[in-house]
């Protein structure tokens, strides 16, 4: 297992078009976590999912956005009616409970463009 | 809610020096961990160096170290001997037992030769 991986890694869209982003952990990790990232800024917290279970939603994940896991494995964030304040990087980031750490391991980020 | 600050946008210093960036955080939890992040351009975030609130002793990793100062909710992060290839954007991060995380802004090092 090589790392978290996402797909697709760039996205031009039009507004108003829907997009789904995949996000693959590393293999043995129970929780997954999405973050958004614009320009200059850091990483802001979306959600998060305890194997399939989603735990946590922040204020910024709007009712256009959904996220699922069901598996508890691979990650699907999709985006409804794309805005262009959606344009920004989104990171997916994994790790393992119960290590006493929690330590984060991030993917290279999908980055949208809404036109 | 927690909130971290990074009070420094930019920094430079030149190749095999020291420097030292800074980061703030506010929250009510007593058991958390703080995290520094490394972001070089166009690349994906990587751990530079974690520490644990429990933990007094400060972490230190090769060239990286932190002072963590609890009560005063202090966590800065010192580079030694500063190489090209640590330019990057670093983000301080407080995470939760649960593990969602909150990042301060970041702070933009160039490391000049």
């Known amino acids: 297992d090589t790392g978290v991986s996402q797909n697709p890694r760039h996205k031009i869209t039009k507004r108003g078009q829907n997009v789904t982003f995949r996000c693959d952990p590393i293999?043995?990790?129970?929780?997954l976590y999405w973050y958004r990232q614009t320009l200059g800024q850091g990483p802001e917290f979306l959600t998060y999912f305890q194997n399939e279970a989603q735990l946590e939603k922040s204020r910024l994940l709007s009712d256009r956005f959904s996220a699922e896991r069901p598996k508890g494995s691979f990650s699907t964030l999709e985006i409804q009616r794309t805005e262009q304040g959606d344009s920004a990087m989104y990171l997916c980031?994994?790790?393992?409970?119960?290590?006493?750490?929690?330590?984060?391991?991030f993917g290279p980020g999908t980055r949208l463009t809404v036109l | 809610a927690q909130t971290v600050t990074q009070s420094q946008p930019e920094m430079s210093v030149q190749e095999a020096e020291t420097v030292t960036l800074s980061c703030t955080y506010d929250t009510s939890e007593n058991n958390y961990y703080l995290f520094w992040y490394k972001q070089p351009p166009s690349r994906q975030m990587i751990l530079v160096i974690r520490q644990e609130a429990y933990k007094q002793q400060n972490a230190t990793e090769n060239r990286f170290s932190v002072n963590f100062q609890k009560a005063a909710k202090s966590f800065s992060l010192k580079i030694s001997d500063s190489q090209l290839g640590d330019t990057a954007m670093y983000f301080c991060a407080f995470t939760t037992n649960a593990g969602k995380s909150t990042f301060g802004d970041g702070t933009t090092l160039t490391v000049k030769p």
């Open positions: 980031a994994s790790s393992l409970s119960g290590t006493g750490t929690n330590e984060q391991f």
């Open positions: 293999s043995e990790h129970n929780r």
